[in-house]
């Protein structure tokens, strides 16, 4: 059985920073694409960051580009995202995704492409 857990949230001032892991079993981690989401309430789950199976190309919204940073180590089947410089408007429940790419280089944006994910974990950022 997937699982998909991530821990790392909690309640920062803004400026601060904060780091996500998720931790998957029960798949072949280095053959998945993962990626990060968010959703805050009342708005529909959007796109954060995503990472190929290698860790060889990333992407991020414009939104979080040049704050945050996806990684991943396949080691230790885990997924992070560092987050600095927050501000308050990225007070979200953070969700990690993995989907099976066989190797390809590509990773993904879209809430549909992906085949698991995680029960998520609150961030929120204070003014």
């Known amino acids: 059985q997937v699982q998909l857990v991530e821990s790392g949230g909690g309640l920062v001032q803004a400026g601060g920073s904060l780091r996500l892991s998720c931790a998957a079993s029960?798949?072949?981690?280095?053959?998945?694409?993962m990626g990060w989401f968010r959703q805050a309430p009342g708005k529909e789950r959007e796109f954060v960051a995503a990472?190929?199976?290698?860790?060889?190309?990333?992407g991020y919204a414009d939104s979080v580009k040049g704050r945050f940073t996806i990684s991943r180590d396949n080691a230790k089947n885990t997924v992070y995202l560092q987050m600095n410089r927050l501000k308050p408007e990225d007070t979200s429940v953070y969700y990690c995704?993995?989907?099976?790419?066989?190797?390809?280089?590509?990773?993904?944006?879209?809430?549909?492409?992906?085949?698991?994910w995680g029960q998520g974990t609150q961030v929120t950022v204070s003014s």
């Open positions: 029960g798949l072949t981690f280095s053959s998945y694409a």
């Open positions: 995704a993995a989907r099976s790419t066989r190797y390809s280089t590509t990773w993904y944006t879209k809430t549909r492409e992906y085949d698991y």
């Open positions: 990472i190929s199976w290698s860790g060889g190309s990333t």
